[in-house]
Protein backbone atom coordinates (compact mmCIF):
# COMPACT_ATOMS: atom_id res chain seq x y z
CA UNK A 1 0.00 0.00 0.00
CA UNK A 2 0.90 3.40 -0.65
CA UNK A 3 1.78 5.37 2.34
CA UNK A 4 3.66 8.53 3.63
CA UNK A 5 4.62 9.77 6.81
CA UNK A 6 6.35 12.97 7.47
CA UNK A 7 8.44 13.48 11.28
CA UNK A 8 8.42 15.70 13.13
CA UNK A 9 4.27 16.52 14.03
CA UNK A 10 5.66 20.12 15.28
CA UNK A 11 8.56 21.88 15.44
CA UNK A 12 9.40 25.38 17.00
CA UNK A 13 12.46 26.93 16.03
CA UNK A 14 14.10 30.17 16.97
CA UNK A 15 14.41 32.56 13.91
CA UNK A 16 17.75 31.80 12.37
CA UNK A 17 17.93 28.34 13.28
CA UNK A 18 17.88 25.97 10.42
CA UNK A 19 16.48 22.51 10.57
CA UNK A 20 15.35 20.02 8.37
CA UNK A 21 11.64 18.06 8.06
CA UNK A 22 11.63 14.62 6.89
CA UNK A 23 9.08 12.84 4.42
CA UNK A 24 9.67 9.33 4.22
CA UNK A 25 7.20 7.23 1.54
CA UNK A 26 6.78 4.10 0.21
CA UNK A 27 5.06 3.88 -3.49
CA UNK A 28 4.71 1.41 -5.96
CA UNK A 29 6.82 3.20 -8.73
CA UNK A 30 7.55 7.18 -8.24
CA UNK A 31 6.25 9.44 -10.58
CA UNK A 32 6.56 12.35 -8.22
CA UNK A 33 6.99 13.66 -4.94
CA UNK A 34 5.48 17.48 -3.91
CA UNK A 35 5.93 19.62 -1.13
CA UNK A 36 2.73 22.07 -0.27
CA UNK A 37 3.08 24.83 2.18
CA UNK A 38 -0.53 25.75 4.16
CA UNK A 39 -1.15 28.23 5.96
CA UNK A 40 -4.64 28.06 8.27
CA UNK A 41 -7.74 28.48 6.66
CA UNK A 42 -6.26 28.36 3.32
CA UNK A 43 -5.83 25.53 0.62
CA UNK A 44 -1.85 24.17 0.21
CA UNK A 45 0.07 26.67 -1.97
CA UNK A 46 2.87 24.51 -4.01
CA UNK A 47 6.45 24.38 -3.27
CA UNK A 48 8.08 22.06 -5.39
CA UNK A 49 7.97 18.58 -7.16
CA UNK A 50 11.07 16.24 -7.38
CA UNK A 51 10.85 13.37 -9.95
CA UNK A 52 14.05 11.07 -9.01
CA UNK A 53 16.76 9.93 -6.11
CA UNK A 54 19.37 12.94 -6.11
CA UNK A 55 17.58 15.99 -7.62
CA UNK A 56 17.43 18.70 -5.20
CA UNK A 57 15.33 22.09 -5.59
CA UNK A 58 15.28 25.32 -3.74
CA UNK A 59 13.52 29.16 -3.40
CA UNK A 60 14.23 31.16 -1.17
CA UNK A 61 15.35 29.84 2.27
CA UNK A 62 13.90 26.11 1.61
CA UNK A 63 15.69 23.39 -0.33
CA UNK A 64 14.02 19.84 -0.98
CA UNK A 65 15.74 16.77 -1.56
CA UNK A 66 15.41 13.19 -2.59
CA UNK A 67 16.40 10.04 -2.32
CA UNK A 68 14.52 6.64 -2.86
CA UNK A 69 12.79 6.12 0.47
CA UNK A 70 12.63 10.06 1.72
CA UNK A 71 12.66 13.87 1.07
CA UNK A 72 13.75 16.21 3.34
CA UNK A 73 12.63 19.68 3.15
CA UNK A 74 15.96 21.81 4.85
CA UNK A 75 14.73 25.12 6.12
CA UNK A 76 17.95 27.49 6.51
CA UNK A 77 17.77 30.80 8.71
CA UNK A 78 13.69 30.43 8.99
CA UNK A 79 11.65 33.66 9.70
CA UNK A 80 8.66 34.04 11.57
CA UNK A 81 6.67 34.26 7.75
CA UNK A 82 7.52 30.63 7.43
CA UNK A 83 5.63 29.23 9.99
CA UNK A 84 2.97 26.97 8.47
CA UNK A 85 2.19 23.10 8.25
CA UNK A 86 4.47 21.77 4.93
CA UNK A 87 2.42 18.90 3.31
CA UNK A 88 4.08 16.02 1.40
CA UNK A 89 2.87 14.20 -1.10
CA UNK A 90 3.51 11.21 -3.74
CA UNK A 91 2.21 10.21 -6.85
CA UNK A 92 2.47 6.88 -8.15
CA UNK A 93 3.39 5.79 -11.38
CA UNK A 94 0.16 3.22 -11.38
CA UNK A 95 -2.20 5.69 -10.56
CA UNK A 96 -4.81 8.11 -12.28
CA UNK A 97 -3.10 11.82 -10.71
CA UNK A 98 -4.05 10.47 -7.43
CA UNK A 99 -1.92 12.43 -4.56
CA UNK A 100 -1.17 10.14 -0.97
CA UNK A 101 -0.46 13.33 1.50
CA UNK A 102 1.11 12.65 4.71
CA UNK A 103 -0.46 14.21 7.89
CA UNK A 104 1.87 17.21 7.64
CA UNK A 105 4.52 18.84 9.74
CA UNK A 106 3.44 22.16 11.67
CA UNK A 107 6.36 24.83 11.76
CA UNK A 108 6.22 27.58 14.41
CA UNK A 109 9.16 30.28 13.80
CA UNK A 110 9.52 32.25 16.91
CA UNK A 111 11.41 35.98 16.74
CA UNK B 1 -10.48 35.99 -10.77
CA UNK B 2 -7.29 34.12 -10.76
CA UNK B 3 -6.00 30.52 -9.53
CA UNK B 4 -8.77 28.24 -8.12
CA UNK B 5 -11.79 29.68 -6.48
CA UNK B 6 -14.37 28.09 -5.02
CA UNK B 7 -17.71 28.89 -3.03
CA UNK B 8 -19.02 29.03 -0.28
CA UNK B 9 -15.95 29.68 1.85
CA UNK B 10 -18.36 28.55 4.92
CA UNK B 11 -21.90 26.45 4.99
CA UNK B 12 -23.45 25.13 7.57
CA UNK B 13 -26.65 22.28 6.71
CA UNK B 14 -27.99 19.75 8.48
CA UNK B 15 -28.59 16.17 8.26
CA UNK B 16 -31.58 16.30 5.63
CA UNK B 17 -30.35 19.22 3.55
CA UNK B 18 -29.23 19.52 -0.14
CA UNK B 19 -26.35 21.74 -0.84
CA UNK B 20 -23.78 22.09 -3.69
CA UNK B 21 -19.96 23.17 -3.52
CA UNK B 22 -18.34 25.10 -6.92
CA UNK B 23 -14.99 25.05 -7.73
CA UNK B 24 -13.76 27.29 -10.54
CA UNK B 25 -10.57 27.51 -11.84
CA UNK B 26 -9.12 30.25 -13.89
CA UNK B 27 -5.20 28.44 -15.06
CA UNK B 28 -6.72 27.10 -17.97
CA UNK B 29 -5.85 23.61 -17.00
CA UNK B 30 -7.55 19.63 -17.94
CA UNK B 31 -7.77 17.99 -14.35
CA UNK B 32 -9.73 18.96 -11.16
CA UNK B 33 -9.88 17.71 -7.98
CA UNK B 34 -12.05 17.57 -4.91
CA UNK B 35 -10.13 16.47 -1.41
CA UNK B 36 -11.46 16.05 2.17
CA UNK B 37 -9.11 17.70 4.84
CA UNK B 38 -10.62 16.31 8.43
CA UNK B 39 -8.36 17.45 11.74
CA UNK B 40 -5.67 15.01 12.47
CA UNK B 41 -6.37 13.38 8.54
CA UNK B 42 -4.24 13.59 5.94
CA UNK B 43 -5.79 15.37 2.98
CA UNK B 44 -7.94 12.35 1.65
CA UNK B 45 -8.77 12.72 -1.88
CA UNK B 46 -12.18 12.00 -3.35
CA UNK B 47 -12.15 12.69 -7.41
CA UNK B 48 -10.43 13.20 -10.08
CA UNK B 49 -11.91 14.59 -13.59
CA UNK B 50 -9.41 15.06 -16.92
CA UNK B 51 -11.23 16.81 -19.60
CA UNK B 52 -14.54 16.78 -18.00
CA UNK B 53 -14.23 12.51 -17.34
CA UNK B 54 -14.21 11.02 -14.11
CA UNK B 55 -10.91 8.96 -13.77
CA UNK B 56 -11.17 8.30 -10.04
CA UNK B 57 -13.40 7.62 -7.57
CA UNK B 58 -11.83 7.23 -3.82
CA UNK B 59 -14.78 4.89 -2.72
CA UNK B 60 -16.53 7.74 -1.60
CA UNK B 61 -20.25 7.38 -0.17
CA UNK B 62 -22.59 8.14 -2.43
CA UNK B 63 -23.88 11.08 -0.48
CA UNK B 64 -21.43 13.22 -2.34
CA UNK B 65 -22.12 13.24 -5.53
CA UNK B 66 -19.39 14.94 -8.16
CA UNK B 67 -20.40 17.21 -11.44
CA UNK B 68 -17.63 18.34 -13.87
CA UNK B 69 -19.48 20.66 -16.76
CA UNK B 70 -16.53 21.58 -18.12
CA UNK B 71 -13.25 21.63 -17.79
CA UNK B 72 -13.35 24.84 -15.54
CA UNK B 73 -15.72 23.93 -13.12
CA UNK B 74 -17.00 21.63 -10.44
CA UNK B 75 -19.43 20.76 -8.35
CA UNK B 76 -20.07 18.93 -5.17
CA UNK B 77 -23.33 17.94 -4.33
CA UNK B 78 -24.14 17.07 -1.11
CA UNK B 79 -27.20 15.29 0.38
CA UNK B 80 -27.93 13.68 3.59
CA UNK B 81 -24.83 14.31 5.17
CA UNK B 82 -23.61 13.17 8.75
CA UNK B 83 -22.11 14.70 10.98
CA UNK B 84 -18.45 13.12 10.42
CA UNK B 85 -18.70 14.52 7.33
CA UNK B 86 -17.97 17.62 8.74
CA UNK B 87 -14.43 18.82 7.14
CA UNK B 88 -12.41 21.36 4.74
CA UNK B 89 -13.53 20.59 0.97
CA UNK B 90 -10.52 21.59 -1.20
CA UNK B 91 -10.63 21.31 -4.84
CA UNK B 92 -7.86 21.88 -7.18
CA UNK B 93 -6.58 21.64 -10.70
CA UNK B 94 -3.72 20.68 -12.46
CA UNK B 95 -2.42 20.91 -16.43
CA UNK B 96 -2.02 17.50 -16.58
CA UNK B 97 -2.84 14.45 -14.43
CA UNK B 98 1.00 14.06 -13.68
CA UNK B 99 1.82 17.29 -12.67
CA UNK B 100 1.43 19.91 -9.86
CA UNK B 101 -1.77 20.46 -8.66
CA UNK B 102 -2.84 24.06 -7.31
CA UNK B 103 -5.65 24.23 -4.68
CA UNK B 104 -8.43 26.54 -3.86
CA UNK B 105 -9.16 28.08 -0.65
CA UNK B 106 -11.59 25.40 0.54
CA UNK B 107 -15.15 24.91 1.75
CA UNK B 108 -15.41 24.65 5.56
CA UNK B 109 -18.36 22.39 6.09
CA UNK B 110 -20.28 21.63 9.22
CA UNK B 111 -22.90 19.18 9.24
CA UNK B 112 -25.38 19.72 12.38
Known amino acids: EDQVTQSPEALRLQEGESSSLNCSYT??????LFWYRQDPGKGPEFLFT???AGEEKEKERLKATLTKKESFLHITAPKPEDSATYLC????????????FGQGTTLQVKP | ETGVTQTPRHLVMGMTNKKSLKCEQH?????MYWYKQSAKKPLELMFV???????ENNSVPSRFSPECPNSSHLFLHLHTLQPEDSALYLC???????????FGPGTRLTVT
Open chain 1, 89 to 100: AVQASSNTGKLI
Open chain 2, 27 to 31: LGHNA
Open chain 2, 49 to 55: YNFKEQT
Open chain 2, 92 to 102: ASSQGLFQEQY
Open chain 1, 27 to 32: VSGLRG
Open chain 1, 50 to 52: LYS
